[in-house]
């Protein structure tokens, strides 16, 4: 209980442990974005020490929400001794699949031309079958993991790992991630007939935090197990 009270949402774990009943009608992750923002260029030296350049050894992982009637959105993070570091993100819409991945190659390359990253991982909903068929044809194939579509299961890692701190955004580089995880909310629960549904999020700005979800479901690193 000590543990699930330190790494869980708070209206979360009242609503679980302590038995309250919980209208989530407000932000998902209840504040804990802010500590996790790296805003200047030493917070994000003191977990990627490198910094402003990232070396291209370091594992990395790409969480993917493509889209065709919404932004196509993705989320690229590190490994480091302090977690994972979101470091870059691409949110785009009305185009072909792939020129998105042209851009999503181009940001592999971002810091080192000569060395593109070589995700260990791009996850996408597993329910998303032909997009994973689209993205592997060639040109610039790219091979995808299915994640886990469960959202309140994915709020709950990735909530975790914000409170643990073991995962960090670099302001500069992730400005719309930031911003779009910032205003990501809960829809009300109760309905125009007075009966209650269950609590999901609304579905408004929130391609870039459901790409941060997938990647949360999939890093099956040992530093990140539940």
Request: charged content about 25%; some cysteine.
């Amino acid at each position: 209980i000590a543990a699930a009270k330190r790494q869980l949402d708070p209206l979360f774990f009242a609503q679980e442990f302590q038995a309250d009943f919980v209208t989530f009608t407000g932000a998902v992750y209840q504040g804990c974005v802010e500590s996790q923002v790296l805003a200047t260029d030493e917070a994000v030296r003191a977990v990627l020490p490198e910094w402003p350049h990232v070396d291209p050894s370091r594992i990395c992982y790409v969480g993917l929400d493509p889209g065709t009637d919404h932004p196509f959105a993705a989320a690229l993070a590190v490994s480091t001794d302090r977690g994972l570091v979101q470091i870059g993100e691409y949110l785009a819409r009305n185009r072909a699949v792939h020129e998105h991945k042209r851009h999503l190659l181009a940001l592999l390359a971002k810091w080192n031309p000569a060395q593109p990253f070589q995700p260990e991982q791009w996850a996408i909903d597993r329910s998303q079958r032909q997009m994973a068929i689209e993205l592997a044809q060639p040109p610039y194939a790219i091979s995808v993991v299915g994640a886990e579509n469960d959202v309140r299961a994915g709020i709950n890692r990735v909530s975790a790992w914000f409170l643990t701190n073991r995962y960090w955004i670099i302001q500069s580089e992730c400005p719309r991630t930031i911003e779009q995880l910032r205003g990501y909310a809960w829809e009300p629960t109760m309905k125009a007939d007075g009966t209650y549904r269950l609590e999901r999020p609304r579905k408004v700005d929130d391609d870039l935090p459901d790409a941060v979800r997938y990647l949360a479901r999939r890093t099956i690193s040992d530093a990140f197990r539940d």
